[in-house]
Structure formats: C-alpha cells, structure tokens
Antibody, heavy 120, light 107 residues
Framework: EVQLVESGGGLVRPGGSLRLSCAAS????????MYWVRQVTGKGLEWVSG???????YYPGSVKGRFTISRENAENSLYLQMNSLRADDTAVYYC??????????????WGRGTLVTVSS | DIQMTQSPSSLSASVGDRVVITCQAS??????LNWYQQKPGKAPNLLIY???ILQRGVPSRFSGSASGTDFTLTISSLQPEDIATYYC?????????FGQGTKLEIK
C-alpha cells in the first residue's frame, strides 16, 4: 500500500527538542521531493520544510535555524529535527510528497499526521 | 513571501448548488496554483494542480480556472460528501504558502 506514516510527536517543554519520523512505503521514496506541513488545530496549513531528491533543503523563515529536515533513502524515511521549540510550534505535523517526474510541484500523498504539543 | 487570500472564509450551500471559491495571490505565480480538500479529522487531499488539472480520481464536478492573480475553484453541483475545508496553495516561490481556507457547509 502506498502510504506515509508519521511518528515521534508528543508533549515537549518550551525550548526543548523533538524528532519526527515519516515512514514511506509502496513507492520509490528516493525519486520524490519530501515535505513537512503543519496545522494548528482548527487553523490553516503551513509549509515548514522541504528536501529534494538531491538532498537540498528549504525552510520558511519561521523555522529556519531551528528545524532540520533530512532523509534516509535506504530506509525510506524522512525526518524533522525540531530544536528550540516554542508554544506556537504546537500543531499536527504532516509528511507529504511531491513527484519530480513533472515540472509541477503538488502534494499528492499525505500521512495522517503526528501531534506536537509545546507546553510547560 | 507570497500571500494567498481566499474568499469566502466560510460558505453554506444546498445540495445541487454551484459553489465558487476564490483565491488571490499577492503577486504573479504563473500557473503554480494547487487546490486541496480537507475533511474533518483527515489529512488534506489534492484536488487540482496547475490551476485546472484534476488529480486522478477527483470527480469532474470540480474545476479550476484563473484570471491573472485570481484563481477559482468551482463545484458544479454540490454533493454531501463535498463538505470540507478547501485550501489553495502556490508553489511559484519558496516558501510555499497556502490560503487560509474556505469551510464549506451544507445548508
């Protein structure tokens, strides 16, 4: 089955760290760009990181310097290392992919998400 | 960053109605505009990419169009299973940005 499964969410104190994982299956992981998108409960979607097939990484200003995206193609896995966490990082974090065989960039497969709560 | 402004933020319509959701980009994004549907408690699901190309499996009652920096998602005949929140998203520039969402309800 083609799927993405996130794990690693939980409760962490402000200033703390957390590492999210995303296990991919059913497709050739190494040929897709991979991304993390988050959503505060009841709010909209925010793109928080991306990594290309070459390993190039991209971040918005809100997380740059605090979050690090990485991938391990041999393990079909995507990671998000989150440091210096703040209360406004509290959200459901989704793993998603974008095909690279076309010029377009769209998120055509999403995981179910993992909840990160930053609170003292 | 490119701002994506959706309207309306919420919408109530009857089964069978034609529904139109709009999204305005703060600058030219070419054809780099996608639409997603998110049902309550679920992950987003890709509906349309590059303004008007339907993702496989998406019903033909969904369509997309554009005029300059204004983009439109149309549901030609609303069905009960279309109840969801809809988001536009641009990928012309990093950071990729989403609209704030349009919550669609049945009247």
């Amino acid at each position: 089955e083609v799927q993405l499964v996130e794990s690693g969410g939980g409760l962490v104190r402000p200033g703390g760290s957390l590492r999210l994982s995303c296990a991919a299956s059913g497709f050739t992981f190494s040929t897709y760009d991979m991304y993390w998108v988050r959503q505060v409960t009841g709010k909209g979607l925010e793109w928080v990181s991306g990594i290309g097939t070459s390993g190039a990484t991209y971040y918005p200003g809100s997380v740059k310097g605090r979050f690090t995206i990485s991938r391990e193609n041999a393990e079909n896995s995507l990671y998000l290392q989150m440091n210096s966490l703040r209360a406004d990082d509290t959200a459901v974090y989704y793993c998603t992919r974008a095909p690279t065989t076309v010029p377009s960039r769209y998120f055509d497969l999403w995981g179910r998400g993992t909840l990160v709560t930053v609170s003292s | 960053d490119i701002q994506m402004t959706q309207s309306p933020s919420s919408l109530s319509a009857s089964v069978g109605d034609r529904v139109v959701i709009t999204c305005q980009a703060s600058q030219d994004i070419n054809t780099h505009l996608n639409w997603y549907q998110q049902k309550p408690g679920k992950a987003p699901n890709l509906l349309i990419y590059d303004i008007s190309i339907l993702q496989r499996g998406v019903p033909s009652r969904f369509s997309g169009s554009a005029s300059g920096t204004d983009f439109t998602l149309t549901i030609s005949s609303l069905q009960p299973e279309d109840i969801a929140t809809y988001y536009c998203q641009q990928y012309d520039n990093i950071p990729y940005t989403f609209g704030q969402g349009t919550k669609l309800e049945i009247k």
